[in-house]
C-alpha cells in the first residue's frame, strides 16, 4: 500500500468538522458582539448561545437551564468533582467522596485536592476488565458519601461502567451522582434523564469541536457553587464572556456526532478487526480491557517485550498515530495507572498501543496499520535484550 | 518534547544493535518495570574495544542513546571508555529533553557493567564503580534546570 496519514488517537483528540467551523465562522465575522450587550449586535451573539444551549440541551435529555458552558472537560470535571463534594459538606456535612482508580487525572487531582480538605476519598477498584468492583462500591457507599464520581466511558481502555445503576445506588444513600461522560459523547448514546446522573461533563474536542470547549449539565434545582467568579454569565453560575463561537461549534459538532450514532457498527467492526489480526498474527499480545462493555473505536493492546513510546514514534514514521500507556511516554514517568488498576504489570503496560478509531476511519486506514504493525513490533523486539523469540 | 535530528537519526537507525557471541565483555542494566533495558557486548582484544553492540528495550532516546555510547566506545581503549559520561553521550547526539536525561546516564553504565565483566573475566581488579543491579527500584535523575 502507499504511504498513507492515519490518524488512529481520537481519543486523545479529533479534527474540527468542516460543518462545525463552517457554523462558527458568522459568530466570528459577523455575529461578534458580546451577548451580554443589550443592542442588536450583542443579542444576535446571545441568539447562537441560546441556540446551542437549546440544541446541547435536546440532544442530551436535559433542560437549557441545566446546561453550563466551561472551558473543557477538565473545568467540569473539576468543578463537579470539588464544588459537589463541597456543597454537601455545606448543606448536610457529608465528608466522604468515591470515585474510581481509572478515572481522569482532572477527577483523580480534584480528589487529591478534596483530601486535602479533610474530605476522606474511596478510589474503587474495577476488575481485570476494567469494570467497577460493585461490590467495593456498595461497601463504601455510606450516609457520609457527599458524591459519587464515576466516568462514562475510560480514555484508555474504552470501558463502560454502569452509570444507571451506580447513579440508583448513590441517590438510596443519598449521595450526588457525577459521571465524567467526555469519552463517551458523540461515540455511545448519552441521556442524562434515562442516566438519572446529577451532574455529567463533556469536551468538544472529542468530537469535532474545537479544543476549549465543553459543558457540565447540572440537574435543575441543583445548586454547586459557582467555579469562577466574576461577572455572572451562565446564570451566575460560571463568570466569563462566552466563547459563542466556540459553543455554538460544540453544539453543531455534538448534533452531527448523535446522528452518526446509527452508524457506530462501522467503527466498531473496523476495530474488532484490527483487534483479531493483531491477536492472531503478532504473538505475545494482550487484550486490555472488556471486549463488549467498551467503546465502539477504542482497542488497547499490549505488545511484550517491548515500549511504548519506540512503538509510538517508529508508526509516526510511518504516518500512524496511536498513544501508549508507557511510563517513558508520561510526564511522570509513570505506566499508565488504568493499565496497573486492571492488574496489568508494569512491563507490559510499558508495551501498551491504543487505537481509536472515529466515523473518519476508512477500512483502508485499518488495512494500512495491519499492514504496517507487525513489521515494526518485530523490529522492535528484534533488538530487545528479553524477547525469548517466537513462540516461547 | 521533542527529539532532536541526531536522536532521531539514531532511534530510526540504530548502529551496533545485535548480540557478539563469546563477548569478552557483557553487561545488562536498568529493568522492566521501569521500562528500560540495555545490554552492552563487547569485543576487546589487547584493551582496545574492537567491536561493540547492544540490545535495548526501552524509549527512543534509550535506543539512541546505546547507539551512540557503542559508536562512542569503539575503537577505543577500555580506558578511554570508562571515562565515557552520560554527558558526552548527550552532547554528541545534540541533547536530550531533560525528562529523558536518565536514558543516557543508562548508556553509561551499560558501558561501565560490560567494562566490570570484562574485568573480572580477565582477573584484573575493578577500580571503578559499578552500576549495581536493582530490582523494581525506578531512577529519574535529577532534572537539570533548563
Ligand atoms: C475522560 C476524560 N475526562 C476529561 C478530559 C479532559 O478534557 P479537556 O481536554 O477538554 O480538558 C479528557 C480528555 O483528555 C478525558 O478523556
Ligand atoms: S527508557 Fe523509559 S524514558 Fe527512556
Known amino acids: 500500500m502507499e504511504n498513507r496519514f492515519v490518524y488512529a488517537d481520537n481519543a486523545a483528540t479529533t479534527p474540527v468538522a468542516p460543518e462545525v467551523v463552517a457554523a462558527m465562522t458568522p459568530y466570528l465575522t459577523e455575529y461578534w458582539g458580546n451577548p451580554s450587550s443589550m443592542y442588536s449586535k450583542g443579542r444576535e451573539a446571545r441568539r447562537g448561545l441560546d441556540e446551542a444551549r437549546e440544541k446541547v440541551a435536546t440532544l442530551l435529555g436535559a433542560q437549557p437551564n441545566e446546561i453550563y458552558f466551561t472551558s473543557g472537560g477538565t473545568e467540569a470535571d473539576n468543578w463537579a468533582v470539588k464544588g459537589g463534594a463541597r456543597y454537601m459538606r455545606k448543606k448536610q456535612g457529608r465528608t466522604h467522596v468515591i470515585t474510581s482508580t481509572i478515572e481522569h487525572p482532572a477527577v483523580l487531582r480534584s480528589c487529591e485536592a478534596l483530601e486535602r480538605e479533610g474530605f476522606r476519598v474511596s478510589y474503587v477498584a474495577v476488575d481485570k476488565n476494567g469494570i467497577l468492583d460493585m461490590e467495593k462500591f456498595k461497601a463504601e457507599l455510606d450516609d457520609d458519601t457527599a458524591i459519587v464520581a464515576v466516568m462514562f466511558a475510560n480514555n484508555e481502555i474504552g470501558t463502560l461502567q454502569p452509570i444507571e445503576e451506580l447513579t440508583k445506588l448513590a441517590h438510596e444513600k443519598g449521595a450526588l451522582m457525577f459521571t465524567d461522560a467526555v469519552q463517551a459523547m458523540g461515540s455511545v448514546p448519552v441521556n442524562v434523564r434515562e442516566l438519572g446522573v446529577d451532574m455529567l461533563s463533556l469536551s468538544g474536542h472529542k468530537f469535532n469541536a474545537p479544543k476549549g470547549t465543553g459543558a457540565l449539565y447540572m440537574r435543575r434545582g441543583l445548586k454547586i457553587d459557582k467555579y469562577i467568579d466574576g461577572g455572572g454569565q451562565e446564570r451566575m453560575m460560571r463568570s466569563g464572556t462566552e466563547n459563542v463561537a466556540g459553543i455554538v461549534g460544540l453544539a453543531t459538532a455534538l448534533e452531527l456526532a448523535v446522528s452518526r450514532l446509527p452508524d457506530t457498527e462501522r467503527i466498531r467492526k473496523m476495530r474488532d478487526r484490527l483487534a483479531d489480526y493483531i491477536l492472531k498474527n503478532i504473538p505475545h499480545t494482550i487484550y486490555n480491557g472488556d471486549p463488549v462493555r467498551r467503546l465502539p473505536g477504542n482497542l488497547n493492546i499490549s505488545f511484550e517485550y517491548i515500549e511504548g513510546e519506540s512503538l509510538l514514534l517508529l508508526l509516526d514514521m510511518a504516518g500512524i498515530c496511536i498513544s501508549t500507556g508507557s511510563a517513558c511516554s508520561s510526564n511522570s514517568l509513570e505506566p499508565s495507572h488504568v493499565l496497573l488498576s486492571i492488574g496489568l504489570p508494569a512491563e507490559k503496560a510499558h508495551g501498551s498501543m491504543r487505537v481509536s478509531l472515529s466515523h473518519l476511519n476508512t477500512d483502508e486506514d485499518v488495512d494500512y496499520i495491519i499492514e504496517k504493525l507487525p513489521g515494526i513490533v518485530a523490529r522492535l523486539r528484534a533488538m530487545s535484550p528479553i524477547y525469548p523469540g517466537e513462540g516461547k | ?146
Open chain 2, 1 to 146: 518534547m521533542q527529539y532532536s535530528e541526531k536522536v532521531m537519526d539514531h532511534f530510526a537507525h540504530p548502529r551496533n544493535v545485535g548480540e557478539i557471541e563469546n563477548a569478552d565483555g557483557v553487561g545488562t542494566v536498568g529493568n522492566a518495570t521501569c521500562g528500560d533495558i540495555m545490554q552492552m557486548f563487547l569485543k576487546i582484544e589487547n584493551d582496545v574495544i574492537v567491536d561493540a553492540k547492544f540490545k535495548t528495550f526501552g524509549c527512543g532516546a534509550a535506543i539512541a542513546t546505546s547507539s551512540m555510547a557503542t559508536e562512542l566506545i569503539k575503537g577505543h581503549t577500555v580506558k578511554e571508555a570508562l571515562e565515557l559520561t552520560n554527558k558526552a553521550v548527550v552532547e554528541a547526539l545534540g541533547g536530550l529533553p531533560a525528562i529523558k536525561i536518565h536514558c543516557s546516564v543508562l548508556a553509561e553504565e551499560a558501558v561501565r557493567a560490560a567494562l566490570a565483566d570484562y574485568y573480572k573475566k580477565i582477573g584484573r581488579e575493578i577500580d571503578f564503580e559499578v552500576p549495581e543491579a536493582e530490582e523494581n527500584v525506578c531512577h529519574v535523575h535529577e532534572i537539570p534546570e533548563e
